[in-house]
């Protein structure tokens, strides 16, 4: 069965005024369409449709090298994507609670320094990409950066977070300044999901 776009899991105007309605708007409608077109394309091109999205990014190896950068694209941009959006929600932001929170004190000393060092990440990164919370192959927690639509799936970690920082994904309101971007999209958070993730990973 082909790929379909995830209807977007709130309005396009929800996360006002932290992500703004035309940006959310755009990068669902048209970006993630995009990449779901095209992941229908590449797979079809290289012969694995009606596979899982994520049994093709967690096994990229297997398809034919010719025909595995497109998946890898377009599967990566499909599966981040919506990951992204249900990485955030309406009136969320603050803090996680329970084994996530006791997880990131232990591992980075407290939230603030969490946020400040993930903030530094995703700021740094260079060029088009996202910062993720993933849970690595050593079962901790890690703060790390992938290019363009690289998927943690496909790199054996267990995401938990991400912030997308291609420039589509802020420029229209935040024009050049991503670390604006990143200090508004903390306000959206969506704690409650981030610790779901981390009950099934851990
Ligand atoms: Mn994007």
Redo the contacts with the bound molecule.
């Keep these: 069965m082909a790929f379909t776009l995830p209807p977007l899991p709130y309005a396009y105007d929800a996360l006002e005024p932290h992500y703004d309605a035309q940006t959310v708007e755009i990068?669902h409608s048209k970006?993630h369409q995009t990449y779901t077109t095209k992941l229908n394309e590449a797979v079809a091109a290289a012969g694995v449709e009606g596979k899982d999205v994520e049994d093709l990014l967690a096994n990229l190896d297997s398809i034919p090298e010719a025909k595995r950068g497109p998946v890898r694209n377009h599967g990566g941009g499909y599966w981040n994507?919506q990951f992204f959006w249900e990485s955030m929600a309406p009136n969320a932001g603050g803090s996680p609670s329970g084994a996530l929170a006791d997880a990131i004190n232990q591992k980075f000393g407290s939230l603030d320094q969490f946020k400040e060092a993930f903030s530094a990440k995703a700021a740094a990164h260079f060029g088009s990409g996202w910062a993720w919370l993933v849970v690595n192959e050593k079962n901790e927690l890690e703060i790390t950066d992938t290019h363009d639509q690289v998927c943690p799936l496909s790199l054996g970690h267990k995401p938990l977070l991400t912030i997308?920082v291609?420039e589509?994904?802020y420029y229209l309101k935040f024009k050049n300044v991503r670390p604006d971007w990143i200090k508004s999209w903390w306000n959206v958070v969506n704690w409650s999901e981030v610790e779901k993730r981390y009950a099934a990973a851990s």
């Design positions: 990068h970006h994507h997308d291609w589509h994904a």
